[in-house]
């Protein structure tokens, strides 16, 4: 009934497992691309409800831009083609010629075009025609999109060669404006992975080395996964007067001085989902947070007679039309009767799986008593999971409760999340001796034996080789800074940077 | 202040200025492609919710397939795969190297990749190894995503080589719960043409020639232009068992029999909006629906001494609080307040030019009589386009007033599709002779000098010839037959068949 395999047996297959128990997606034919099933593509589908409402009320617009992007613009800043260069598909004709019963590319196009892996340059060149002057400025817009990297080793939500994001794109008079713009988006970022996803996240900046290619300074947040492993769940970047210079985007100032404009760009994916999972899910399957749960409250009747078949669904639907005004989250519930024709059982464990919220069972008995069996997600294995609750005060809590199911899938994974960033290794023979074990599932409670190190860095770009040969990377140099001087953690050298090391997805 | 060119003076010249005025769209860099902006992207956010809300009633869910196809699998339908190799992005290429400082496409595809131009194919692969047992079925999936399709000669909306659209696939059981979804979903997409868009159609089903590649039947809904030409607006396709048998999808039936499935397809797209614009937009530009308007209700301050500012914005936004809890269609009212920088009569003409339903004036004698000054588009030009009305009278009425806004379109739109079909043509002379002119705009109340035909059709492939040589072709065969017997308009032969001829997009 359970999952195949547990977190503490193997936890890559476990996560694999997951994905495809709870049914939400599986490997395409085409190789490297997911199909996002029903379940999976209904919770992003609420995660882009939720990001896009506070992407519209910080003033953005949503725009569409073209997927292929000319060869040649993507030439056009030199850091950024470096960046990407190795993973692009690249369409190269526009037709097919049927060749002795075999198809063949046909009409070599006269310059290939990149399927975008992000559209910088193609954006740049449009703002570069729409802004003349100061009062065109700031420009605020966003796209939901499809994008393509050619990633060699994919896997589902994670690291796929498609995946669905959505990208900010804006510009700026002064690189003050912009540079508020990059950490207000952030703030956004780390708003909604918290309070909708109840994944906690540390949020700061990346090393010069893992910035976005083009980019000044990218910022970024960090969830942890409950292998200790990091996710970068989102990130924002400031790209100054890169992007404008490359593209020309000029514009005439309050002094009526030609000038380079600013810009900035952030993102985030289908890849939240995969943080969604290994934030929440346990050994019993996908565990979803009540608030992008595409059904919050499932009801599974438990038929023992045929006879009482019909007296059973009676009672659920008037349940459900008495829910009908009620809400969780400001909306109303999503609820979900499951009729279909299999023993009640399967039912009930293919939900559990899946990670509806709440399952509720009723059968006769419960009809007499007025009452009915709820379990939530979070509690079962646990002698919590099942309640026998009256049906009136059911009705009348449960909205309620699927907001403290919230909260407390949040709390809990703070709680690893703090537990788990080691702030007591002080050398790099303490650092290499962490790290030369391997990580492994975080028991509740237990502290795991590799997560996170917060220490110094000395910023030297020797140490990245350092890094490379442990590998492990650092995944921010966090907002809040503790202004002490220490030891590097890699190179041993004076240092005063404070910084998250950690293996990462 | 109005349009550059007139619908008269030429059409298509109308048409892109139009498109261009309203800030909709405009050719991106990338060969064919738009780049949809605020204004167009938030006539198909509204569009979509719509629709999509309607394709989840009737039962479907929302999935995400890849868009890359591998070129065999495009290969399985025969018919399919003749219908489509014309006009395909080929992705054959996964790497740029640079060679001598310039990109070239490096790491060839052991197969390469179709960018999608539709994907029964794939998804049909998948539906194999979904379905085994008629328990399995019926299964109902829907996919908003891009597509591409390697126009030619492409034009804003109507053919571009990227576009938007949703493609509905469902599999069933029996042949005629195939073709009862098809004509279910045809239905939804008539519905929404002419309650949403307030668009009327005719809706038919396509002649053999004119059926999607692979198909048993194309059904479709189609618009009359402002310039008498018709517009596919949505197909829905009845694939029997075509795409079944290619893709082995087979089930066990209930007398444990193996069977092969019955599939569907059904889509529309970001042509829609084309539809709109040639529906409704006039020598002021667009007029957008009050249902799918981005802003319904649009203040512009008037201000004439900059003293008054401060009481004309209070003014404005009392009255925007005070529409708070006011509903048009069941939602909340879509309102800006437009205050920025520039001369007021510039704001209200850009306005006007994007089709706002409502654009409000507010200076300060308004305030003194409690009062402000509507314009309503649809009646901009006329007299009735300028109104004083008491502030409290429109903030009670404006609601109501929308949705009649929305119906007098709708009823213009209808009057113009009814009166300009023909059915007094009767032998291929008059018919050649009506064809003989070239379409042009048709001004309201006179009828126009081209437009539809609806007359006999014999159905003889050879009559396909006919319809090449003079440009026309038939839209379709409408559900509402009247069973007499005629000569067909293009051979003269006897025919029971009404059909609707016209020249289209």
């Given amino acids: ?152 080793r994919p896997r589902l939500f994670l690291r796929t060669r498609e995946f669905l994001w959505q990208e900010g794109h804006t510009v700026h008079a002064t690189s003050q404006e912009a540079e508020e713009e990059t950490t207000k988006m952030l703030e956004v970022y780390r708003d909604v992975s918290e309070n909708t996803l109840a994944m906690p996240v540390i949020a700061g900046r990346k090393p010069e080395h893992e910035k976005f290619p083009g980019a000044i300074d990218t910022y970024c947040i960090e969830a942890m996964m409950q292998d200790g492993k990091a996710l970068q769940a989102g990130t924002s970047h400031f790209l100054g007067q890169n992007f404008a210079k490359s593209a020309d985007i000029k514009f005439v100032n309050q002094n009526n001085e030609q000038e380079y404009a600013y810009t900035t760009s952030w993102g985030v994916s289908t890849r939240l989902i995969g943080g969604v999972i290994m934030s929440h899910a346990d050994d019993n399957g996908m565990v979803v947070p009540p608030r992008i749960a595409p059904y919050q409250i499932v009801f599974v009747p438990i038929i023992k007679k045929p006879d009482d078949t019909s007296r059973i669904m009676e009672y659920i639907e008037s349940i459900k039309t008495q829910l009908k005004d009620k809400t969780a989250f400001g909306e109303k519930l999503r609820i979900k009767i499951d009729n279909r024709d299999k023993p009640s059982v399967d039912k009930v464990w293919e939900w559990i799986r899946k990670g509806a919220p709440i399952v509720c069972e009723i059968g006769a008995r419960d009809i007499e008593s007025s009452g009915l069996m709820a379990k939530e997600r979070i509690f079962i294995g646990q002698p919590e999971g099942k309640k026998i609750v009256k049906t009136d005060e059911f009705i009348n809590s449960v909205g309620k409760r699927l907001e403290e199911l919230q909260q407390l899938m949040f709390a809990k994974a703070q709680k690893r999340l703090q537990e788990n960033i080691r702030t007591d290794i002080k050398t790099p023979e303490e650092f290499a001796d962490y790290f030369a074990n391997s990580n492994e599932w975080i028991e509740d ?51 005063t940077m404070d910084v998250i090391y950690a293996r990462s997805y």
Avoid at 66 to 78: G, H, N, T, V, Y
Avoid at 87 to 115: F, Q, W, Y
Wanted: hydrophobic share 35%; proline share 6%.
């Fill in 1 to 152: 009934m359970a999952m195949k395999t547990t977190r503490k047996q193997n936890y890559p297959e476990w996560y694999q497992n997951v994905v495809s128990e709870a049914d939400m997606a599986e490997n395409s034919v085409s190789p490297g691309c997911m199909v996002i099933k029903a379940w999976g593509y209904g919770i992003w589908e609420r995660i882009q409800r939720v990001m896009d409402e506070q992407i519209k009320e910080t003033g953005h617009e949503n725009y569409y831009f073209p997927m292929f992007i000319p060869l040649s613009f993507f030439q056009k800043e030199a850091n950024h083609v470096e960046g990407f260069a190795k993973e692009m598909a690249v369409v190269t004709h526009s037709r097919l010629v049927n060749e002795e019963g075999k198809l063949k590319p046909s009409s070599p196009l006269d310059e290939p075009l990149i399927v975008r892996p992000t559209r910088e340059t193609i954006i740049a060149d449009s703002f570069s025609k729409w802004v003349k002057s100061y009062r065109d400025l700031p420009i605020l817009l966003n796209q939901w999109a499809n994008v393509v990297r050619w990633e060699m």
């Fill in 445 to 495: 409670g237990k502290p795991g034996r590799v997560a996170f190190v917060r220490g110094k860095w000395c910023g030297d770009p020797a140490s990245e080789e350092i890094l490379k040969s442990m590998k492990i990377t650092i995944r921010c140099i966090p907002f809040d800074q503790s202004g002490t001087t220490g030891k590097c953690l890699l190179t041993g050298k004076d240092a």
